[in-house]
């Protein structure tokens, strides 16, 4: 069975929550990490979703915002002591950019020990996608699209489920136009939604490159998706949260609506 297990839905700047970020599961019961949130907590949200690291062989990384990027430091730290043990088998595979690429191994270099380096180029592998470049990770066909970020170089992805529906996660800025034909009619469009419309006086979306959940929610009309995904919100609403987005979205988008918290499963 197919399915979504958020580890995170939060922007960079909760506390409660952990950043967004969440696992692709095939049918066979193997995992894709997409993102991997801002520090350490990405070990403890494995470990209340009873995943172990020795699991994870693949991870994509959309940009290279610290939100998104910094836990990765703390999973390659893991992985290559688990190697040296014998507790980790096989390869794991990270893709990116070229940018967030050169920063990953700067980083690896600069933060990590000598004696937790072991792997990297060995068993650890920075592959380097390309937009529109059509990439086989797991039992899956990933084709990665540049997102035509208005700040940093950004990437996501769309890709055709072992069910025959499609899904497409758009990073963390709103769907461009310009990407539309390549999104049209998708089955599961998982996008960001940093505020209610009603708070974008405070929240300020648009001036930090994001969208409201009602802007996200036509934008997903206007492509016929059939399910919308939201999440990289804020907090403040705490448990209204779901409640609140879902009821915005739902006055301009015809389809299902998620909205879910923290380690919340979505069948596909």
């Not at 497409?168 to 769907?175: K, Q, S, V």
Request: charged share 25%; hydrophobic share 35%.
């Amino acid at each position: 069975m197919e399915k979504i297990i958020v580890l995170g839905t939060g922007t960079a700047s909760v506390i409660e929550n952990f950043n967004t970020c969440f696992l692709l599961e095939d049918n066979n019961g193997e995992y894709l990490l997409v993102d991997t949130g801002g520090g350490n907590g990405i070990l403890k949200q494995f470990n209340r979703a009873n995943i172990s690291l020795s699991k994870i062989h693949n991870i994509f990384i959309s940009h290279k915002h610290i939100d998104h990027l910094y836990g990765l430091l703390w999973i390659y730290r893991f992985v290559d002591l688990a190697m040296q043990k014998g507790t980790y088998e096989g390869v794991l595979n990270i893709y990116c950019h070229d940018e967030v690429a050169k920063i990953i191994r700067e980083q690896i270099h600069t933060l990590i020990r000598k004696s937790q380096q072991q792997y990297i180029d060995k068993r650890i592998f920075i592959n380097i996608v390309n937009n529109h470049e059509i990439v086989k990770v797991l039992n899956y066909d990933l084709e990665f699209l540049d997102i035509i970020s208005k700040s940093d170089k950004q990437y996501g992805f769309k890709t055709t489920l072992n069910n025959g529906k499609t899904l497409a996660f758009m990073g963390d800025e709103p769907l461009d136009e310009r990407l539309y034909d390549d999104v049209r009619n998708i089955d599961y469009l998982l996008h960001e939604s940093f505020c209610l419309e009603t708070e974008s006086e405070k929240y300020k979306p648009r001036e930090k490159n994001h969208d409201t959940v009602k802007s996200a929610s036509i934008k997903a009309q206007n492509i016929g998706a059939k399910n919308l995904v939201l999440w990289h919100t804020q907090e403040n609403l705490g448990m209204r949260r779901k409640e609140e987005y879902i009821k915005e979205a739902k006055e301009n988008f015809k389809g299902n609506v998620y909205v879910p918290n923290d380690l919340e499963e979505i069948i596909l």
